[in-house]
């Protein structure tokens, strides 16, 4: 199984290219993990935040691929435990040969977006900038295939 991060936002800061990296390195390849980088809409002065979702949303919806199970990062979504995430992710690796990521820009994911999804998952209560999120995703899905591999990196 693959998984993609499609993510708004390009040329994120070196800390999170890096920490991305470490995380997808460390995934083996019947479980591996890639970026795909979307332009985020121009922001402007005055600009509304749904006008900017809107254009985002035409992006990232290109490129959700037929069979893929898709989830959406939204802070509407469920809050699950990392055991919880390990138990989706064996399920996911029976039944999908990709499961896809969708995070949004600045503003979030538009409500067709999340409407698309087959899961809206938060991360947290908390709000943090998108491309901090990559980092955070890429943590917590190695962390749960380590949970199924029963390796001693989740204590």
Same mark, same amino acid.
């Given at each position: 199984?693959?998984?993609?991060?499609?993510?708004?936002?390009?040329?994120?800061?070196?800390?999170?290219?890096?920490?991305?990296?470490?995380?997808?390195?460390?995934?083996?390849?019947?479980?591996?993990?890639?970026?795909?980088?979307?332009?985020?809409?121009?922001?402007?002065?005055?600009?509304?935040?749904?006008?900017?979702?809107?254009?985002?949303?035409?992006?990232?919806?290109?490129?959700?691929?037929?069979?893929?199970?898709?989830?959406?990062?939204?802070?509407?979504?469920?809050? =699950?435990?990392?055991?919880?995430?390990?138990? %989706?992710?064996?399920?996911? @690796?029976? *039944?999908? &040969?990709?499961?896809?990521?969708?995070?949004?820009?600045?503003?979030?994911?538009?409500?067709?977006?999340?409407?698309?999804?087959?899961?809206?998952?938060?991360?947290?209560?908390?709000?943090?900038?998108?491309?901090?999120?990559? =980092?955070?995703?890429?943590?917590?899905?190695? %962390?749960?295939?380590?949970? @199924?591999? *029963?390796? &001693?990196?989740?204590?």
């Amino acid at each position: 199984m693959k998984m993609e991060l499609i993510a708004s936002g390009k040329q994120p800061p070196d800390w999170v290219t890096n920490g991305f990296n470490e995380y997808q390195r460390r995934l083996p390849p019947e479980c591996a993990l890639i970026l795909t980088e979307c332009n985020t809409a121009k922001r402007i002065k005055g600009g509304r935040a749904a006008d900017y979702q809107a254009a985002e949303e035409q992006i990232l919806m290109r490129q959700i691929k037929a069979g893929s199970f898709v989830v959406a990062l939204d802070k509407s979504g469920r809050q =699950v435990s990392t055991e919880d995430l390990s138990s %989706r992710l064996s399920g996911w @690796l029976l *039944n999908y &040969p990709k499961v896809q990521f969708l995070i949004g820009g600045p503003d979030g994911l538009s409500q067709n977006c999340l409407a698309r999804a087959d899961w809206v998952l938060s991360l947290s209560a908390l709000t943090f900038p998108h491309f901090m999120v990559r =980092v955070l995703m890429a943590e917590q899905l190695y %962390r749960a295939w380590s949970i @199924l591999k *029963n390796h &001693p990196y989740h204590k």
